[in-house]
Nanobody, 127 residues
Framework: QVQLVESGGGLVQAGGSLRLSCAAS????????RGWFRQAPGKEREFVAA????????YYEESLKGRFTISRDDATNTVYLEIHSLKPEDTAVYYC????????????????????WGQGTQVTVSS
């Protein structure tokens, strides 16, 4: 059974940092692109960041560039999302996802291209 399990969320003060993890199991995700999305209360799920299957390309939501960093460790089937200078508007459930095939700036943002999803981890930023 394929599973993506996020961890690392929590309550943090504005200005702080977090590192989210997404561990994959059930098969190797070596050839999968990996992405992070988030969903705030009452809002649609939105793209945050993605990394290509070989780690050679990364993509970010434009407004989040500079504070978010995505990385992957294929030895452990894990993808990470580091978030710095957290803001209250970063409060959301963060989901990781995996996709196969060609990825570019446009495709990285398309939720329907990601076939596997985790259950999410809550990030709450207090002001």
């Amino acid at each position: 059974q394929v599973q993506l399990v996020e961890s690392g969320g929590g309550l943090v003060q504005a200005g702080g940092s977090l590192r989210l993890s997404c561990a994959a199991s059930g098969r190797t995700f070596k050839y999968y692109n990996r992405g992070w999305f988030r969903q705030a209360p009452g809002k649609e799920r939105e793209f945050v960041a993605a990394i290509s299957w070989n780690g050679g390309s990364t993509y970010y939501e434009e407004s989040l560039k500079g504070r978010f960093t995505i990385s992957r460790d294929d030895a452990t089937n894990t993808v990470y999302l580091e978030i710095h200078s957290l803001k209250p508007e970063d409060t959301a459930v963060y989901y990781c996802a995996a996709s196969l095939g060609y990825i570019d700036y446009v495709r990285s943002r398309q939720r329907n291209l990601y076939r596997d999803w985790g259950q999410g981890t809550q990030v709450t930023v207090s002001s």
